[in-house]
């Protein structure tokens, strides 16, 4: 057993700890307190003080898409979504290196992940090309094989393949892959409904849907026509027999039976009140990517809303061909000043336990609660912080992160038993 002592200690399941201590036993925490309550330890147990540093669970990003990595810094930022939609797609089909290349940069992403403290990942994934290398890291969480095809006339053969692949790939163990739909635009009703009935023979598992990102995307579901229209038929994809729903993206997967507690709604910057009140009362999660909304030209996030509504709250970063990096802290930072009144406390959990309660990952990440692994990181704090959530909140960089395992072997101590 190792314990270790930091200035601040944040469970996230209890308040702030001022000289708070985690006691570590064979890589799962075995007990937690403040100053003043008595430390479990044995006569050979080390004990570890790190100073100046905030010691908090591992952050979960609930939304990328690693695969794309290597897009970054070549799409440039759009004003609307759907000129930034076809000229990543133009990128994709003419300019994609070599498979080594690809498996170097969705390395490479995977290193910044762990770098900026990001422990849990919801990777989106159209070829499965990053599930080995997720199951190769240290990361936890799950692969979701994103499904696409509006024509129903093609949906049985698009869910059958998805179905394949996800056999092959396996639903069980360090990164599962559960099968997710792309949006209500680009997936046909019977695709969804097919999706659907292939998920309750996995309901351990969660699925996640791209909902209401765009204006375009409002406009398509409510009349059938708008740019988004007419960029499906220049990309060959749309389906003359579609009938638009003439209702919200959110009302759309309402009427389908889609929603749920199992369910992530990523993005939902187009969400009315009414909207986030369907998402709320059937337990489905927003995951919300503020930088990479702007970055597309989609516009911000009703953050502020989405917290007033009671919905559950969690956060990704989505990819790096709409983000500069993939530091869930810089979308905090982010969240802060688009919801200024929304707790720091409240934010934090967003990017902690709320996103592993979504991929259904609660157990055993989130909070710093005996019995859970102990997957921890350290933020060096400056001398002049006070308030240490806000400061976690307001857009902590990479160099100030560390992991506490990493910090105990620096010390020249091995967790054991």
């Known amino acids: 057993m190792i314990v ?27 007990a937690a307190g403040r100053a003043g309550a008595s430390l479990p330890m044995r006569d050979d147990a080390p004990l570890v003080d790190l100073g100046a540093y ?5 952050l979960v990003n609930a939304h990328v898409h690693l695969e794309l ?10 004003e609307r979504f759907t000129d930034w939609v076809p000229a990543m797609l133009q990128q994709r089909m003419t300019g994609a290196p070599g498979e080594d290349a690809v498996a170097a940069a969705v390395a490479a992403a995977i290193a910044q992940m762990r770098a900026s403290g990001t422990g849990l990942v ?50 069980t163990g360090r990164f599962p892959v ?3 739909p792309h949006a209500p635009y680009s997936v ?3 695709l969804f409904q097919g999706l659907r009935a292939a998920q309750a023979r996995t309901p351990f598992l969660p699925s996640s849907v791209h909902l209401a990102e765009s204006p375009e995307e409002v406009e398509l579901l409510d009349t059938g026509e708008g740019p988004w229209r007419q960029l499906l038929e220049r990309l060959g994809a749309w389906d003359p027999a579609w009938t638009p729903p003439a209702c919200s993206p959110v009302r759309y997967l309402e009427q389908m039976r889609v ?17 986030l009140g369907v998402l709320r009362a059937r337990g489905t999660t927003v995951v919300t990517c503020p930088r990479s909304n702007r970055y597309v030209g989609v516009g911000d996030p009703p953050a502020a809303r989405f917290y007033r509504s009671g919905v559950a709250v969690a956060v990704g970063t989505d990819s790096l061909a709409s983000n500069d ?14 919801a200024p009144a929304v707790p720091a406390a409240t934010l934090l959990e967003s990017a902690t336990l709320v996103g592993a309660r979504a991929l259904g990952l609660e157990t055993t990440a989130g909070t710093i609660e005996p019995g859970k692994p102990a997957r921890l990181i350290a933020v060096a704090l400056p001398p002049e912080v006070v308030d240490v959530e806000e400061y976690l909140v307001s857009g902590v960089t990479p160099d100030r992160v560390h992991w506490v395992e990493d910090l105990i072997a620096d010390c020249g101590f091995a967790d054991r038993a």
């Open 4 to 30: 270790v002592r930091s200035r601040w200690l944040l469970p996230i399941a209890d308040r702030p700890m001022l000289n708070g201590w985690v006691a570590i036993d064979r890589g799962r925490i075995a």
């Open 54 to 58: 905030a010691v908090l669970p591992a």
């Open 69 to 78: 990595s290597w897009l970054r810094g070549l799409v440039p930022r759009a």
């Open 122 to 171: 919801g990777e989106i994934s159209n070829s499965l090309v990053t599930v080995d290398p997720l199951r190769r890291s240290t990361l936890e969480g799950v692969v979701f094989h994103e499904v696409v095809r509006l024509a129903a006339d093609e949906a049985d053969d698009v869910l059958d393949m998805a179905l394949r692949a996800q056999e092959a790939q396996g639903v």
């Open 178 to 180: 559960s099968l997710a």
């Open 188 to 190: 046909s009703p019977r």
């Open 259 to 275: 929603l749920g507690p199992s369910l992530l709604a990523v993005h939902a910057v187009q969400c009315t009140d009414e909207d």
């Open 325 to 338: 990096d993939l530091n869930v802290f810089a979308e905090l930072a982010a969240l802060r000043h688009l």
